[in-house]
């Protein structure tokens, strides 16, 4: 049976039991609602099944263990929650498309017991914690795409075992460590992609590596080897059987010596810190330099994230690296040794009697390193002291959003589909900010400034110099922070901070990507309330509020802006108690294609 791109509405509620012969069935690219009904297991002789491109949402039935798939195809809607371990009873699985949902959690290890899989994409989820190993069971794999996830830790050996596998996509996620040699052995592969992660080490030693393009091995660590855009690897200089049991012995020695000696080190030198401090502020100045480094080498453990390659690769800051300036510090474009390019921002400089805000600072400055978000900002390290204080991120290549919006070509090639997703990008950020963080971290200056633009015009917030932690014990007052234009009206009587203060200035941002331009005049010509969320936006209004640059847009695109328009909108309320939550404004927002 096959259903797809029939404009179909509703629920899946129907009478599963009289499907018993049914052995496809296709309803895709519809307009599908509710969750996929735990039923269909009532359809024994079913062998594919593709639900892909509707607004389905919910958990995916375990359910649909017992039957005996072929294929399972639903990718592109709104799906939570972890992928059932009862997937692994579908032995004659072999496809797998789950991309493009809300699915969390750890990938199942009992994927690897769908031993007939030849396709299998799990990207653009929110899958955390490292590969499964048992993924390289699947010997008959042909593409394995996990992209655009929050993967962590190094890559399983064993996925060097897939021998026919001709597709692989890894980027996009936080993996670390080098590749595993067993790769050396995929002979079939023939297209790679491991951008965007924090890889190290040489490519192997196929075709596919040596031959993949710059945006393949883009925005890693240190990776080196037989590729005309990376740096040879250093040639061994020791028998390696004799270094790997030489190493063995000098680490089993050294790593519990040294740490004992770096904690004495540490805790002596940090007493003897803070009194120097304490007693002379001028004594403090002249040890400025040792006191960074000390400092700098706690937070950040990158190799080439070093002081000395941060003042060389300025020059101490010459303004001809200056890429941009903002209230709280100058932004400049650093490439590294390595050939590796980051953003430090210089603070401004500190005034006397700031001391209890670094503090503050350098504990929040502790969270947000442990935030791994694809639509965030990532901060490698940050170092303070009197001469300098800097704090080093990721470079995000086409800059703030405000830039791409101002410039007429940039702004021409953000169409419509590509603004949506950027507004989606923000929603995902803040919602991972506000309800999935613990304490809660909230940004308080959410504006096109602080949101940067990749290659891709994927979105990321970025600068979080005034972002505060949501302590539930404490009343969260504070001092004024935010871009003018962009915060909430309720601060200019009261300063408590609140995620609704993020919400408001979300929905300034959004209403500029689809204008074009800051809202402020179109803001104050509404009158808004609750009820913002029936406002009359349709097709014919549209005309006024959108982008002019731009085509005006058609079919999907027109009704995606129309709801987004209308969700900006609520989150402009008046009323902070009536704006809707972030997690709520995503959960909308991932239901538009």
């Known amino acids: ?6 404009n179909l509405w509703g629920e899946l509620s129907w009478n599963w039991e009289g499907f018993n012969s049914l052995a496809t069935l296709k309803i895709s690219k519809n307009n599908l609602s509710g969750t996929i009904p735990a039923e269909l297991a009532k359809t024994p002789q079913l062998q594919s099944l593709d639900l892909s491109s509707n607004r389905l949402v919910g958990k995916i039935p375990k359910e649909l263990g017992n039957l005996k798939l072929l294929e399972l195809s639903l990718d592109d809607n709104n799906l939570s929650g972890v992928i059932p371990v009862e997937i692994g009873m579908l032995s004659g699985l072999t496809r797998l498309d789950l991309m493009a949902n809300n699915l969390n959690g750890a990938i199942p290890k009992q994927i690897g017991d769908c031993s007939k899989l030849l396709f299998l994409n799990l990207s653009k989820n929110n899958f955390t914690e490292s590969i499964p190993w048992e993924i390289g069971n699947l010997d008959s794999l042909e593409s394995l795409d996990l992209s655009q996830n929050s ?7 064993q996925l060097g075992d897939m021998q026919r596998l001709e597709t692989l996509n890894l980027s996009h996620n936080f993996l670390s460590g080098s590749i595993p040699t067993s790769f050396d052995d995929l ?19 196929i075709k596919a590596f040596q031959d993949a393009p710059f945006e393949a091995l883009r925005n890693n660590r240190a990776l080196c080897g037989n590729n005309t855009r990376l740096e040879a690897c250093a040639s061994p200089t020791i028998n390696k059987t004799t270094g790997k049991k030489g190493s063995r012995v000098v680490i089993v020695i050294l790593v519990p010596v040294l740490c004992s000696l770096f904690l004495i080190v540490l805790l002596v030198g940090g007493f003897f810190i803070i009194q120097r401090r304490n007693r002379n502020v001028k004594a403090d100045s002249e040890k400025g330099e040792q006191s960074c480094e000390e400092i700098y080498a706690i937070w950040s453990n990158d190799r080439d994230i070093q002081y000395e390659n941060i003042m060389k690769g300025t020059e101490e800051f010459d303004s001809k690296y200056c890429i941009g300036v903002g209230g709280y510090g100058i932004v400049y474009k650093v490439v590294l040794p390595t050939g590796r390019v980051v953003a ?11 001391m209890d805000d670094f503090k503050a600072f350098k504990s929040e400055i502790c969270v947000l ?68 963080c613990c304490p809660p971290i909230i940004h308080r200056d959410i504006s096109s400034n602080n949101v940067l ?14 972002a505060r932690l949501l302590m539930p014990d404490s009343s969260n007052w504070t001092s004024f922070a935010g871009t003018f234009g962009y915060t909430a009206p309720e601060l200019a009587y009261t300063m408590a901070v609140n995620e609704k203060c993020d919400v408001y200035s979300f929905g300034v941002v959004t209403l500029e990507i689809i204008m074009g331009r800051h809202p402020g005049d179109f803001i104050s010509s509404l009158s808004l309330s609750s009820s913002s969320l029936t406002l009359p936006i349709d097709q014919h209004t549209l005309e006024d509020v959108i982008d002019q640059r731009l085509p005006f847009p058609r079919n999907k695109a027109a009704n995606g802006l129309i709801h987004t328009i209308k969700l900006a909108l609520a989150c402009l309320s008046a009323n902070p108690q009536s704006r809707p939550t972030m997690r709520q404004v995503s959960s909308q927002l991932n239901v538009i294609h």
Not at 151 to 157: A, C, D, G, K, V
Not at 187 to 205: K, R
Not at 384 to 408: D, M
């Open 344 to 354: 430090v921002k210089k603070l401004h400089q500190s005034q006397n009697g700031e």
């Open 151 to 157: 993967l962590t830790r190094e890559i399983p050996q």
């Open 187 to 205: 002979s079939a592969l023939t297209i790679v992609n491991i951008s965007y992660n924090e890889l190290e080490g040489p490519i192997p030693l």
């Open 453 to 466: 633009l990749d290659s891709e015009f994927e979105a990321h917030v970025s600068d979080f110099g005034t």
């Open 1 to 6: 049976m096959d259903l797809s791109d029939n």
């Open 369 to 436: 390193m442990n935030i791994r978000h694809r639509n965030i900002v990532k901060l490698y390290g940050f170092c303070s002291h009197v001469k300098h204080s800097f704090l080093v991120y990721e470079f995000i290549e086409r800059g703030s959003l405000r830039n791409v919006l101002s410039n007429e070509e940039q702004a021409m090639e953000l169409d419509w589909f590509k603004r949506l997703n950027v507004v989606k990008g923000i929603a995902n950020a803040l919602a991972y900010m506000h309800h999935d």
